[in-house]
């Protein structure tokens, strides 16, 4: 599915500041990312990093699941690791990677900050990621090499933008029940 627009029928106006910075900041970061691989390569979260508590740096060997290797010249990270799981949030994989998922943020993501309130929903935003990081973390090997958690944290701004949707539909249908 590729969305072309909606209807905000929340009746509330203004500027999505907080959902065009956010858009502008993975547009910037992208752009930065095509420059030096050696910023996609240490500030990207890589999991061993993130489960062992050390800093991976130079060649490492990645095997794919096509049974095939490459190999990565990891780079310096941040201090303290932890802070990819911020970072690479930021990150995409590709033209087409960015351009997903800042398509469905430019979409839906005015409508979460109108419904949460900019703030909140900066919050929510963050917090998205970083709990896509921890969930994959859990789910995946510890010692993957390679992460990149972007698209999990735009597919939970699409669930909450169709959870907040529905729930104008409900009321509008008269079905939600208020108290």
Known sequence: MIPVGDQDTSGRTGIPYVNIAI???????????????????GYSTVPAEITHGVDIVGPQTLHLPDGTAVQIDEAPGPNPLWLTLL??????????????????????????????????????????????????????????????????????????AVQWADRII?????????K
């Open 23 to 41: 858009i502008a900041i993975n547009i910037l970061v992208f752009l930065y990312q095509l420059t030096s691989p050696d910023f996609t390569n």
């Open 87 to 160: 970072t690479s949030m930021f990150m995409h994989g590709g033209w087409l990677h960015i351009g997903g998922n800042m398509l469905f943020l430019f979409i839906f993501g005015d409508n979460i900050e109108r419904a949460f309130g900019s703030i909140k929903y900066l919050i929510f935003y963050l917090v998205c990621g970083i709990i896509a990081s921890l969930v994959a973390r859990h789910l995946e090997s510890t010692d993957d090499l390679f992460d990149n958690r972007s698209s999990p944290r735009t597919e939970a701004m699409v669930a909450a």
């Open 170 to 178: 409900r009321k509008i249908d008269g079905l939600y029940a208020t």
